[in-house]
C-alpha cells in the first residue's frame, strides 16, 4: 500500500495521514512524500506536472520518480497480490504522471528489444541529475522499468491488474495507462 500525499505537507504530516490510513485499513502503508516547499511552489509543481512542456520535454518531479520506482518494483513482485495507490491532491497529478511513464515505457521500442537500455529512457525523463541519491534513483527506476517490460507477453497485464488507485481531491486532468 502506498499513500501519495497533496500540497502543503510537510513530511510529519504525511507520515501521520500514512499512521492513520494504515489504522483504517489494518495495512502497514507506505508514504511517497511529496516534500513541501510552499503552497505557492507547490501550486506551480502542480502545473508543471499537469503537463506544461519545457523544451520539448513534459516536467516530473522528483516524488514522481520515486513513485514511479516503488510502484513498479511492487507491480514486478511475484509475491505481491495487489497494489494499492493512494493519492490525494497534488499526489494524484504525481500519480497520473507515473501511468503516464508506464505507458511510455511499454509503447517505448525498448520494451521490444531483447536487452533494452532504460538508462537513456530514464535519463531523458528525469532530465539533468545531478546528486547521487538521484542518480540511484534513476539507476533504480531504470531496473524497474526493464524488469516490468521484459516478457512482453501476459505478465505486464497481469502485472497492471495488480494495480489499484484511489484519489480523493483528485486535481488530475487524466488518469489511463
Excluded at 44 to 64: H, N, R, S, V
Aim: proline share 2%; aromatic share 10%; with cysteine.
Amino acid at each position: 500500500w502506498f499513500f501519495i500525499n497533496g500540497i502543503a505537507t510537510n513530511a510529519d504530516v504525511a507520515r501521520y495521514n500514512s499512521a492513520y490510513l494504515a489504522h483504517l485499513f489494518h495495512r502497514p502503508v507506505t508514504v511517497v512524500n511529496n516534500a513541501t516547499c510552499s503552497l505557492p511552489a507547490d501550486l506551480l509543481e502542480c502545473m508543471l506536472g499537469k503537463g506544461l512542456q519545457f523544451c520539448d520535454k513534459t516536467y516530473m518531479a522528483e516524488p514522481a520518480w520515486r513513485a514511479a520506482a516503488a510502484i513498479l518494483e511492487a507491480l514486478n513482485s511475484e509475491a505481491t497480490d495487489r497494489v494499492i495507490v493512494i493519492a490525494h491532491s497534488q499526489g494524484t497529478i504525481i500519480m497520473s504522471n507515473v501511468l503516464t511513464v508506464i505507458g511510455d515505457a511499454l509503447k517505448s521500442d525498448l520494451a521490444l528489444e531483447e536487452e533494452p537500455k532504460w538508462h537513456d529512457f530514464t535519463r531523458a525523463l528525469m532530465g539533468k541529475v545531478e546528486t547521487e541519491s538521484q542518480k540511484v534513483l534513476r539507476n533504480s527506476l531504470a531496473h524497474a522499468l526493464w524488469e516490468f517490460t521484459r516478457d512482453q507477453s501476459a505478465h505486464v497485464m497481469d502485472r497492471l491488474k495488480k494495480l489499484e488507485i484511489f484519489t480523493f481531491a483528485n486535481c488530475a486532468d487524466k488518469m489511463r495507462y
